[in-house]
T-cell receptor, first 114, second 110 residues
Framework: GAVVSQHPSRVICKSGTSVKIECRSL??????MFWYRQFPKKSLMLMAT?????????EQGVEKDKFLINHASLTLSTLTVTSAHPEDSSFYIC??????????FGPGTRLLVL | EDKVVQSPLSLVVHEGDTVTLNCSYE??????LLWYKQEKKAPTFLFML????IEKKSGRLSSILDKKELFSILNITATQTGDSAVYLC??????????FGQGTTLQVKP
């Protein structure tokens, strides 16, 4: 199957700092990538759809200025959590298509904000 | 509002048992239904279903979709402790977005 990588896999930061998470498609070009967050014992919630060369589409309730998404190339999308707070601590996962609706997920990034 | 509902939310069985996980949905512009298995990391893909009544099978796992009644089931036969995980059902709409259910936590005891 397709391979999607994420970096870093785990990050601990202080409140008020910004954290950048990278999502790469390793063996295919991804015009669209999706960013999810998952709280403990909860399901995945779609945050935004990242579109190569254009602005991301955010889901209702997700702050655009807080969760900055950049999709500058066909293999890389980044999510920056700005001015992170403890409530932003979560598991962030990206995914992309290889074929139509079959989404393949990256390994996820566990963010802990102190 | 689009929604995907899974049941049961959690299940404890013994090795060798057969389990059936349920997923019902109400999603406009339905394209496909997907099943994922999630252990401690990100979900891994199991099945994608687009047509009613056609069973997909992979080893001890199988799944089927009923587009008239708007549900899908995931069966696991002869369960093993390695099957312990959260099983996620998701529906893809025309836009490509996935709407996830709450997940079913399966624990298989030796």
């Amino acid at each position: 199957g397709a391979v999607v990588s994420q970096h870093p896999s785990r990050v601990i930061c202080k409140s008020g700092t910004s954290v950048k998470i990278e999502c790469r498609s390793l063996d295919f070009q991804a015009t669209t990538m999706f960013w999810y967050r998952q709280f403990p014992k909860k399901s995945l919630m779609l945050m935004a759809t990242s579109n190569e060369g254009s602005k991301a589409t955010y889901e209702q309730g997700v702050e655009k200025d807080k969760f900055l998404i950049n999709h500058a190339s066909l293999t890389l999308s980044t999510l920056t959590v700005t001015s992170a707070h403890p409530e932003d601590s979560s598991f962030y996962i990206c995914s992309s298509h290889l074929y139509q609706e079959t989404q393949y997920f990256g390994p996820g990034t566990r963010l802990l904000v102190l | 509002e689009d929604k995907v509902v899974q049941s049961p939310l959690s299940l404890v069985v013994h090795e060798g048992d057969t389990v059936t996980l349920n997923c019902s949905y109400e999603v406009t512009n339905f394209r496909s239904l997907l099943w994922y298995k999630q252990e401690k990391k990100a979900p891994t893909f199991l099945f994608m279903l687009t047509s009613s009544g056609i069973e997909k099978k992979s080893g001890r796992l199988s799944s089927i979709l009923d587009k008239k009644e708007l549900f899908s089931i995931l069966n696991i036969t002869a369960t093993q402790t390695g099957d312990s995980a959260v099983y996620l059902c998701a529906v893809a709409s025309n836009t490509g977005k996935l709407i996830f259910g709450q997940g079913t936590t399966l624990q298989v005891k030796p």
